[in-house]
């Protein structure tokens, strides 16, 4: 039993930093340290919701070679639970070269590999027995298994009674909305970044960007601002939640951190509100260390963080 399924994209994680500038064509840049990180959404989210004190499955495929061999080897020790990642001769494991900044914003260059083989047939049903919430953890990078596919996946989670959510990764290949409508009136959480809400609606403000995911059928929307925060419509109530400061080391992996802390808040009952929060505090954690997830801490250490960064009453509600 797991309390949230994570399926979705799986990734072997290049991590080299920091990149000033990148070489012309036969030279070479220096760098201070390149590193192999577990990455990609399910893998990220997973890992840190068993940082936060949860149970956490990660449904996915990798490539039937070394870096699948290590990418599950890594979240066994990290307390994941892999049964139902499926290994494939039809494609390498998926691997990004992330180049991080002196500010430690990123950059990626991707294979899509087992992410882009994984369809349908692939999916296990019985992963979703005894499980409270599935989510979708980087949509629009599994094209074998973006639009319907999905939305059959999500059809039989609402009628098993989970909570669905769902995030969505940048879409090169610019299929968007085509590929993502089918799924939106099962989804009861979407959580998209900002930018990614533009390319999705071509809206400029959070709460017009919202509105147009809600009526497509989403129940509640959280917008990932970055450092601003983020913004939740449900129905005609709506939330922005500041940010908490901090010295950003490594941003990547920040959203799904932030993911796996509004989960978090879902499973423990708390209002959205309280969700975003912790949420913020998740992902804000997560950017003061290297690497997807590495900053997370338990779930008391997060709210102690979280007290300490809010004023006087409301800190005051999360040391009740």
């Not at 085509?178 to 799924?183: D, N, Q, T, Y």
Request: charged residues 15%; contains cysteine.
């Amino acid at each position: 039993m797991s309390d949230v399924l994570c399926l979705g994209i799986i990734v072997a994680d290049m991590v080299a930093k920091p990149v000033t500038s990148l070489p012309q064509k036969g030279e070479l840049a220096l760098v201070e340290s390149i590193q192999l990180h577990n990455g990609g959404c399910a893998a990220n989210t997973a890992t840190a919701l068993v940082k936060l004190g949860f149970t956490a499955s990660v449904c996915g495929m990798v490539g039937n070679d070394g870096l699948g061999q290590v990418l599950i080897h890594n979240l066994i020790n990290m307390g994941v639970d892999t049964r139902y990642i499926a290994k494939t001769d039809r494609a390498d494991t998926s691997a990004s070269m992330v180049l991080v900044d002196a500010l430690g914003e990123r950059s990626f260059i991707h294979c899509t590999g087992g992410n882009g083989a994984f369809q349908l047939e692939d999916f296990p049903e019985q992963s979703l027995e005894n499980t409270k919430i599935l989510h979708i953890a980087g949509s629009l990078l599994m094209p074998a298994f973006d639009g319907e596919p999905c939305a059959e996946v999500l059809r039989l989670a609402k009628a098993k009674g989970l909570v669905t959510a769902m995030d969505t990764a940048w879409d090169d290949s610019g299929r968007w909305m085509k590929a993502l409508a089918p799924c939106l009136p099962y989804v009861d959480l979407f959580i998209p970044s900002l930018a990614e809400a533009k390319a999705l609606t071509g809206l400029e403000n959070p709460q017009e960007m919202a509105r147009v995911f809600l009526n497509y059928g989403v129940k509640n929307v959280v917008i990932k601002l970055g450092s601003e925060g983020c913004y939740i419509l449900s129905g005609d109530t709506e939330y922005r939640i500041a940010a908490m400061a901090v010295d950003a080391v490594d941003a990547t992996g920040a959203g799904d951190c932030f993911v796996a802390g509004f989960l978090a808040g879902v499973l423990r009952g708390f209002p959205l509100e309280r969700c975003g929060q912790l949420a913020n505090a998740v992902g804000a954690m997560s950017v003061t260390s290297v690497g997807a997830a590495t900053g997370v801490k338990s779930l008391a250490e997060t709210i102690a963080f979280l007290s300490s960064n809010l004023n006087r009453q409301e800190g005051q509600w999360w040391q009740q």
